[in-house]
């Protein structure tokens, strides 16, 4: 497995597995079968309601704590929320059975960002996470929490995928040393991704599949990705792209597929402000 080194020292796998979407009761299934398949980072959230799944798996598989690379996420937490996001922490890391995370993210730039941000950076300063991050920031709200702030976040979590790949983000992320790591790395299926003739004709030629190039694309950019699939076969198939490497000619060509704009939802869209702002979790 390939790492790459965060702004604290800290060494991240740079391929993990995701678990969005999977219930809580065929989460710890399918963890342990990513674990099998040797996935070591692991990505959850307080959102997802399955930390405590993971917790299971991770205990049952004798993996020793020190191999293995736990994110979990901050749900967006009001003012005061230097108690709250304490709290929030406190209580995944129950769910987690862990006494430390490895990577702690604010989960989306609403509510008290500032609050949250300072919980945060307590936190990892008492070694209840090696590093702290954030997802869903744009580059003006990652700019001003780095202007701004003691800690430069190690990690921005983004949605980035061949149609949408974040290009100014990622050269933002690049100066600033953070950590550019890509949610929906296959965009969950949309615009029939896994059947796109231009990443296929790609695939033919190294005889991987599209799953496999788009993954490869992301590592050569040097985009952590957490690729989710609650299938064996494509679980293995997904973390064996470490033997092939994509040309000039070919990253220029999936470059080119990029159309700048989101396929999931816009976070500076006062709908999704409204809609996510009010989907508050409890603890
Ligand atoms: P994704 O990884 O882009 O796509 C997952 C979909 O692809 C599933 O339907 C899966 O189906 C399918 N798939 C996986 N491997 C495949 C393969 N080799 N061939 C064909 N189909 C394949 O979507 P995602 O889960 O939204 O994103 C990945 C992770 O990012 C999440 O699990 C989560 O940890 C994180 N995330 C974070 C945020 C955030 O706001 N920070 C938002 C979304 C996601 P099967 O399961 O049936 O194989």
Redesign the pocket.
Known sequence: MQHVTLNNGVEMPIL???????PSDSTER?VTEALTAGYRLL???A??GNEEAVGRAIRNSGIPREDLFV?T?LWVQDAPAQDNARRALETSLAKLGLDHVDLY?M??PYGDVYGQWRAMEAATGEGLARAIGV??FYPDRLLDLILNNEITPQVN???T?PFFQRTADHDLMREHRVQHQ????????KND??THPVLGRIGEAHGR????VVLRWLIQRGVV???????P???A??IDVFDFRLTDDQMSTIAALDTGATL?FDHRDPEMVAWLSQRRLEG
């Open positions: 993990g597995f995701g678990v969005y979407q999977i399918a990505d959850t959230a959102a997802y994110t996420k993210l989960h989306q997802a869903n979590q983004i949605e995928h890509s949610w929906g790395g296959f965009a969950e299926g991704l896994f599949s599209v799953a496999q990705t957490i690729p989710k699939s609650v299938n076969d494509r679980m198939q997904n999931f």
